[in-house]
C-alpha cells in the first residue's frame, strides 16, 4: 500500500518519537549507491534527541567512525590486533554479543533510551543472523540499525534463504535505493556502465529511497522520496512527466489497399482531377436553389413530350390513374 500523507514517511522515522520508533531498520545499499548518508543523518537526529549511540563496525575503526557520526557514538570494532600485533582477528556473533550486552550493562543505559547500529552484516553467517538480530533485540533498544549490501554475494545453503531475504521478513523497516535512467546524466541501469560514473551535480546530492514501514497492525506502507544529503532533508519523490511518441501518420487508402489485390485500385493525377470536375444531376438541380427558371416560374416542372410519348393534351394525368 502506498503512502497518502504528506509528511515523508523517513521524516518521520528521523524523528525517533516513541509512536514512530521502529525496532528494526534494515539498510539495503548496492554497489553503485552507498546508504551511510541516511544512517549518519539517524545517527545525528538520535543524539539531538538525548539518545545514546553504540555502533558495532567490522569494516572501519573507532576514529573513522566517531569522524563521520559524532564524537558521542561509542564504538565497538569487531577487527582487532592480535596480542603480538602480528595480524587480526576477528570477533565470533558470540563475543560480539557478549561485547554489546557487556558496554550496555557497565554504562547502566536506560531501556528504550539507546540505538544500535551495526555497519555490515557481511561477516555473519546467513544461519546466524535470526538469532543475532533477535539477541539485539532482547537487549531492549529504541531501534536496531543494521547494513546489508545486496551487491555482496552470498555463500550459504542451497536451501537456506540468504541475508536480504531474512531481513526483509523480519525488518520492520526497509530502506533501499532506486535508479531513475532520466534522474542524471548517466544511467546506473545499463549494461555496462563507466567507471567512475560521471553523474550531474543534483543526482550527486540527491538519493532515491524507497522505504517500507511495517505498523504494529501489520499494514505495510511504501514510499519513494528523495533525500538531500547536504541538508540531510527528506521530500517525495514525484516521478517525471512521461514523454508521449509524436502521433503516427494514418496510412493512405491507397497504401492499405495496394497490399490486398493484384488490379490497380488507385488513380492517376490526371483521373483525380477529371473525377471532381463532373458535375453530378443531383447536384446541378441544387445548384437552382431557389432562383427563378427562364420561363419566370419558381419551382414550375416543365413536360416536353418526346416522339415516342403516347401523349393525350385532353387527359395529361391519364397514365397516373387518376
Same mark, same amino acid.
Not at 554475494?153 to 541475508?163: A, H, I, Q, R
Not at 489497399?257 to 488490379?263: D, R
Given at each position: 500500500m502506498s503512502a497518502t500523507h504528506?509528511?515523508?514517511?523517513?521524516?518521520?522515522?528521523?524523528?525517533?518519537?516513541?509512536?514512530?520508533?521502529?525496532?528494526?531498520?534494515?539498510?539495503?545499499?548496492?554497489?553503485?549507491?552507498?546508504?551511510?548518508?541516511?544512517?549518519r543523518s539517524f545517527v545525528k537526529k538520535a543524539l539531538l534527541q538525548d539518545l545514546r549511540v553504540l555502533y558495532v563496525t567490522s569494516e572501519s575503526n573507532t576514529k573513522h567512525v566517531r569522524n563521520i557520526y559524532g564524537a558521542e557514538t561509542e564504538v565497538i570494532e569487531t577487527l582487532r590486533p592480535s596480542?603480538?600485533?602480528?595480524?587480526?582477528?576477528?570477533?565470533? &556473533?558470540?563475543? *560480539?554479543?557478549?561485547?554489546? !550486552?557487556?558496554?550496555?550493562?557497565?554504562?547502566?543505559? #536506560?531501556?528504550?533510551?539507546?540505538?544500535?547500529?551495526?555497519d555490515s552484516l557481511r561477516y555473519i553467517d546467513a544461519e546466524n543472523v535470526a538469532a543475532f538480530v533477535g539477541a539485539l533485540a532482547s537487549l531492549r533498544p529504541l531501534s536496531v540499525l543494521v547494513t546489508c549490501s545486496t551487491s555482496v554475494?552470498? &555463500?550459504?545453503? *542451497?536451501?537456506?534463504?540468504? !541475508?536480504e531475504?531474512?531481513?526483509?521478513?523480519?525488518? #520492520?523497516?526497509?530502506?533501499?535505493?532506486?535508479?531513475?535512467?532520466?534522474?542524471g546524466a548517466v544511467s546506473l541501469d545499463d549494461e555496462k556502465p563507466v567507471w567512475p560514473l560521471?553523474?550531474?551535480a543534483q543526482r550527486q546530492r540527491d538519493l532515491l529511497l524507497t522505504v517500507e514501514h511495517r505498523r504494529k497492525s501489520g499494514r505495510a506502507v511504501v514510499e519513494e522520496c528523495v533525500f538531500d544529503i547536504v541538508s540531510s532533508t527528506v521530500r517525495l519523490y514525484k516521478p517525471p512527466a512521461p514523454s508521449l511518441p509524436p502521433p503516427k501518420e494514418e496510412p493512405s487508402v491507397d497504401d492499405v489497399?495496394?497490399?490486398?489485390?493484384?488490379?490497380n485500385l488507385g488513380m492517376t493525377e490526371r483521373e483525380r482531377k477529371q473525377k471532381e470536375g463532373v458535375v453530378l444531376p443531383h447536384f446541378s438541380a441544387q445548384d437552382l436553389g431557389g432562383e427563378k427558371d427562364e420561363k419566370g416560374d419558381e419551382g414550375s416542372?416543365?413536360?416536353e413530350p418526346g416522339s415516342e410519348d403516347d401523349y393525350d393534351p385532353e387527359d395529361p394525368d391519364d397514365d397516373l390513374f387518376l
Open positions: 504528506s509528511q515523508p514517511l523517513l521524516t518521520r522515522l528521523l524523528t525517533f518519537k516513541q509512536a514512530n520508533a521502529s525496532p528494526l531498520i534494515s539498510f539495503l545499499p548496492t554497489l553503485s549507491q552507498s546508504l551511510v548518508p541516511v544512517t596480542p603480538d600485533g602480528s595480524s587480526y582477528n576477528r570477533l565470533s &556473533v558470540t563475543q *560480539t554479543l557478549a561485547e554489546i !550486552k557487556s558496554r550496555i550493562t557497565s554504562a547502566n543505559w #536506560t531501556p528504550g533510551k539507546y540505538i544500535l547500529v551495526i554475494p552470498e &555463500v550459504g545453503g *542451497t536451501y537456506s534463504p540468504g !541475508k531475504t531474512l531481513l526483509r521478513y523480519l525488518s #520492520t523497516t526497509i530502506i533501499s535505493p532506486f535508479e531513475e535512467k532520466t534522474f560521471q553523474l550531474s489497399m495496394a497490399g490486398l489485390t493484384t488490379f416542372i416543365w413536360y
